[in-house]
């Protein structure tokens, strides 16, 4: 079993930045790749980024690209999302979830593939 516990979400002004955190907890963290995913209202979730468990790969959502980065601290059991220039688009219940499968090679973004989920983090951004 393993507990994700984001914190960090909040209410930012377009253009505005936050640092969202996830920690993990009840298994080895440093094998699993790690990912965040967001659900804006009224929509499914949707994948924003993962990274690998040695945090040497990422993979973005086209539209986080450039303004959002993931990183991962095997010490601490923690994965980070720094978004930047935030649009009130990605307004959102914010998602950490840790890889099904240990030593994955090949990032995966569909949500089946991730096993463990936390209980997300509300990001507003206001226009």
């Known amino acids: 079993q393993v507990q994700l516990v984001e914190s960090g979400g909040g209410l930012v002004q377009a253009g505005g930045s936050l640092r969202l955190s996830c920690a993990a907890s009840g298994r080895t963290f440093s094998i699993y790749a790690m990912g965040w995913f967001r659900q804006p209202p009224g929509k499914e979730r949707e994948f924003v980024a993962v990274i690998s468990w040695n945090g040497a790969s990422t993979y973005y959502q086209d539209s986080v690209k450039g303004r959002f980065t993931i990183s991962r601290d095997n010490a601490k059991n923690t994965v980070y999302l720094q978004m930047n220039s935030l649009k009130p688009e990605d307004t959102a219940v914010y998602y950490c979830?840790?890889?099904?499968?240990?030593?994955?090679?090949?990032?995966?973004?569909?949500?089946?593939?991730?096993?463990?989920w936390g209980q997300g983090t509300q990001v507003t951004v206001s226009s």
């Open positions: 979830a840790a890889d099904r499968t240990s030593w994955r090679v090949r990032l995966v973004t569909h949500t089946a593939e991730f096993g463990y």
